[in-house]
């Protein structure tokens, strides 16, 4: 038997291992100048320069992604009453820090091509409630940037986009991250495209927005109050102004993201190499492959979505128990939120239907994509697919 190849692996190197162990030599463990060095660092690898308006951008390290979509929604002023727009095709993360404050998440169907929010759903589900709408770059093929501005503004809604699958890349020339979004979500989760083991990134362009966070972020301690008096206070001295959350990254898991981010690039067109070879090995075979970006768009492959066609000689269970008895782990992205209990019994049983979205979760599998595969794994996973979809294995 060889080697099982796991759905998906983190990449550290070296240089990780060696800036982490700097940190914990250094004595200064928690949010400290490695987080400033990562917010700073983070904000300059999206090329403010180049892009118009990009001068004011700021970010602000947290210690989860779900923290900083929670913190962006507070800082907006989401509150009991107001509607969200969220695809039903994410993780509950998306939804969940929307419950947080009170607010109620409208779950909108997807595009079956790229599995993104479907801006001609969500138009429908907009009622004089809505506040917000938090669009989900899913598996890193971010949604066109200027359709879903347009939407927002024909229908004065806030946006908060849901990056946790797409860094680095760009979205209709531009990174996402810049652009007329309020607030723009990074994950370091393990898994994701880049890491810390936990950890997240809001990036925004709006300085009171940047401000609520900063200050929410740890316990509601105002740093602007705090500084207007450190002339004359004394130095245990601070402001508590709102009863704020424990949200902050620690230098740790910024030290380990500083170096991740240098490789962000490298790790991406790795995956692409990857997804382009899944491309060539699985042509022909009962599968709809992932949508490719347009001119001027990339693809962070966080994720290979595949999904069994019709003609397909098993069920998506099968293939994935078969797949794994041949030695490679495959998983499914995403159970959509209206199948779980607790998002079925809010919605009630009137909701509309979400059908794109209960059609392709039947179908839908995702295969290894991860920076440190080796080409044989490569290889294998495609020559397995291909084994199990022919009935050789
Ligand atoms: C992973 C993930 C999150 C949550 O990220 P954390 O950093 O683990 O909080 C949110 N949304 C999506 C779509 C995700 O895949």
């Known amino acids: 038997m060889t080697d099982f190849i796991p759905f998906a692996l983190p990449d550290i190197g070296d240089a990780e291992i060696e800036a982490v162990v700097s940190t914990l030599r250094s004595g200064w463990l928690t949010t400290g100048p490695n987080a400033a060095a990562l917010e700073r660092e983070f904000v300059e690898a999206m090329h403010p320069s180049a892009h118009v308006g ?43 820090v929307v419950r947080y404050l009170g607010a109620t998440p409208v779950l909108v169907d997807v595009h079956p091509d790229t599995l993104n929010i479907d801006l001609a759903r969500a138009a429908e589900a907009v009622t004089p409630r809505t506040k917000a709408i ?132 490298a790790m991406r067109e790795r995956r692409s190499a990857i997804a382009d070879h899944y491309d060539s090995a699985l042509a022909g075979l009962p599968l709809r492959l992932p949508s490719r970006p347009a001119p001027g768009t990339q693809h962070a492959w966080h994720l290979y979505a595949l999904r069994l066609t019709d003609d397909a000689p098993m069920g998506r269970d099968d293939f994935i128990q078969r797949m794994s008895d041949a030695g490679v782990g495959c998983s499914v992205h995403f159970i959509p939120l209206h199948h779980h209990p607790y998002w079925r019994d809010l919605r009630g049983a009137d909701a509309p239907a ?40």
């Open 134 to 265: 938090m669009p989900v770059h899913f598996a890193g093929l971010p949604v066109p940037r200027g359709a879903l501005a347009d939407f927002a503004a024909a229908h004065g809604l806030r946006v908060i986009e849901d990056a946790a699958h797409s860094h680095p890349v760009d979205s209709e020339g531009m990174p996402v991250g810049l652009g007329t979004s309020d607030a723009v979500v990074f994950s370091f989760y393990a898994t994701k495209t880049m890491t810390s083991g936990e950890g997240g990134m809001v990036v925004s362009a709006d300085p009171q927005l940047i401000a609520r966070m900063r200050t929410m972020r740890l316990h509601g301690i105002s740093r602007d109050v705090f500084n207007r008096y450190t002339s004359t206070a004394p130095s245990w001295h601070y402001e508590v102004v709102a009863p704020g959350f424990k949200y902050n990254l620690t230098d740790v898991a910024a030290s380990m993201a500083r170096v991740q981010l240098t490789r962000s690039v």
């Open 54 to 96: 990009a001068a004011q951008v700021q970010a602000v390290a947290v210690n989860s992604a779900t923290a900083g979509l929670h913190l962006a929604l507070e800082a907006l002023g989401v509150g009991p009453g107001d509607e969200v727009l969220v695809p039903t095709w994410t993780f509950t993360a998306t939804a969940e």
């Open 354 to 393: 979400l059908p794109v979205a209960d059609a392709q979760f039947a179908r839908a599998v995702s295969i290894p994509i991860f920076s440190s595969m080796t080409d044989a794994q490569i290889e294998r996973v495609g020559q397995t697919v291909r084994a199990v979809l022919e009935g050789r294995s």
